[in-house]
Nanobody, 123 residues
Framework: QVQLGESGGGLVQTGGSPRLSCAAS????????MGWFRQAPGKEREFVAA????????SYADSVKGRFTISRDNAKTMVYLQMNSLKPEDAAVYYC????????????????WGRGTQVTVSS
């Protein structure tokens, strides 16, 4: 099994630049890609960004393209989400997910999900 744990959320001002981290442990060699998803109150969980665990490949939701950057550190088995120019509509619980395929989509059969980290945006 793969275990995931997110950190880095909190209260951030509009326009702020928080960085979320996701630590992976366990059977990380089973991971093909890592994704970030978010869920706001009353809304469905939505895809934010993804990165291939090995090789070169990233993808972003249109709503965050140009503002968010996903990266990884395989040696530390960490994935990061650098969030810039934060908007009120970015407020949500952010989850990282370990996927066994590419591209990362909400309907995939994921290896594991983290418990999420709350990002609150103040105006």
């Amino acid at each position: 099994q793969v275990q995931l744990g997110e950190s880095g959320g909190g209260l951030v001002q509009t326009g702020g630049s928080p960085r979320l981290s996701c630590a992976a442990s366990g059977r990380t060699f089973d991971i093909y890609a890592m994704g970030w998803f978010r869920q706001a109150p009353g809304k469905e969980r939505e895809f934010v960004a993804a990165i291939m665990w090995r090789g070169v490949g990233t993808s972003y939701a249109d709503s965050v393209k140009g503002r968010f950057t996903i990266s990884r550190d395989n040696a530390k088995t960490m994935v990061y989400l650098q969030m810039n120019s934060l908007k009120p509509e970015d407020a949500a619980v952010y989850y990282c997910a370990a996927d066994r395929e590419w591209p990362v989509r909400a309907g995939n059969n994921f290896l594991s999900w983290g418990r999420g980290t709350q990002v609150t945006v103040s105006s």
